[in-house]
């Protein structure tokens, strides 16, 4: 005989076994306000054990949306940086948390026009926006236009824009305050592209640590890099040559490729050039020395991104700015011998 189909878990369903109403049930799994803590535990626990999957078409006729969001990305990012693909794993979590749908859209010159009809059809309902994808056009007028927008990092032009940003200023002063308390006395930086602000940021942070610590700053161990392996290795090799005795690279990828320059040139690590990065999304365990970073909070990042995103869809007052604070993670890279990580 064939299989008797079994009926979907219904929110009556929920509602019956968790001893509540049906409006406190789809409160309680909603998010939303006026239930108890422990009944919207309570309900969220029978609705885990029961199977219980919301019915997105009749959600979306019911409220209006379509329970998508998207996620903005630069098409290379993804190819040759981990942060892109840790932020896109990041994001996804968090929307699936929320019972949000998510669709990545890849930033290119001109966006395709399967991208410009999902927006401008409203198949989505709003956006988050990796502030690395700032600066193509269609972004910025994605931005600017009426589609609810949450950027994770910071708009150069746009300080009105909703947006979740890392600390970077403060961060690389506990960089160069680490270095110093380790004895290095030549502390040179690889300040990634000035025309986005986290890259300012870091440089800032660099400049104002030796104003801090009352050292003079040598401006021949400041030199630009562009977030990528390819460069720095390049760079790196030149930074060398003015003997610097430890590098705070602006990225984890920036590190990676000094570290390639510094084995090249025949120099050990930390004993001769001591190394440091920051995003803490590369496979950095793996490395020979360990790399010191500062490791980015990607998951509180991406969760507050997209809650705040489903409460500005709710109508709700969501604050401007919110900032997250990266976490200085000391290994081999950076530690004298006889250091051991903390």
Not at 20 to 39: E, F, I, K, P, Y
Not at 100 to 117: I, N
């Amino acid at each position: 005989m064939p299989a008797t189909a079994v009926p979907p878990v219904t929110l009556d369903d929920v509602a019956r076994v968790s001893g509540v109403s049906r409006a406190a049930a789809s409160r309680a799994l909603n998010g939303r306000d006026g239930v108890r803590d422990d009944v919207r535990q309570r309900v969220q626990h029978v609705a885990e054990s029961l199977g219980y999957r919301p019915n997105r078409a009749a959600k979306t006729l019911a409220s209006g949306r379509t329970s998508v969001i998207g996620l903005v990305m630069p098409s290379d990012e993804l190819r040759v940086d981990p942060y892109g693909a840790s932020l896109v794993q990041a994001v996804a979590n968090a929307a699936n948390r929320h019972d949000e749908g998510l669709m990545l859209l890849l930033a290119q010159k001109e966006p395709s026009r399967a991208v410009a009809d999902t927006i401008r059809d409203g198949l989505i309902d709003g956006v988050v926006v990796s502030a690395i994808a700032i600066g193509t056009r269609w972004v910025e007028e994605l931005i600017d236009a009426q589609i609810p927008t949450m950027l994770i990092g910071a708009h150069p032009d746009r300080p009105d824009v909703h947006r979740v940003e890392v600390e970077n200023h403060d961060a690389i002063v506990s960089v160069v305050e680490h270095l110093v308390e380790q004895g290095y006395e030549r502390i040179a930086h690889v300040h990634g592209p000035l025309h986005r602000v986290d890259a300012q940021e870091r440089l800032a942070g660099f400049r104002a640590a030796h104003d801090k610590l009352g050292r003079a700053i040598d401006e021949s161990l400041i030199v630009a890099g562009d977030y990528t392996r390819t460069t720095a290795r390049r760079v790196g090799a030149e930074l060398l040559e003015h003997r610097p005795d430890a590098i705070v690279a602006a990225n984890d990828e920036t590190a990676i490729g000094i570290m390639t320059a510094v084995e090249r040139a025949g120099l050990s690590m930390p004993d001769d050039v001591a190394v440091t990065g920051f995003d803490g999304t590369a496979a950095l365990d793996v490395l020979d020395p360990t790399l010191t970073t500062l490791r980015q909070p990607f998951d509180e990042m991406c969760e507050l991104a997209v809650a705040s995103l489903v409460s500005i869809l709710a109508g709700d007052d969501v604050p401007t700015l919110q900032v997250v604070h990266p976490t200085l993670q000391v290994a081999a890279s950076s530690l004298r011998i006889g250091g051991s990580p903390p």
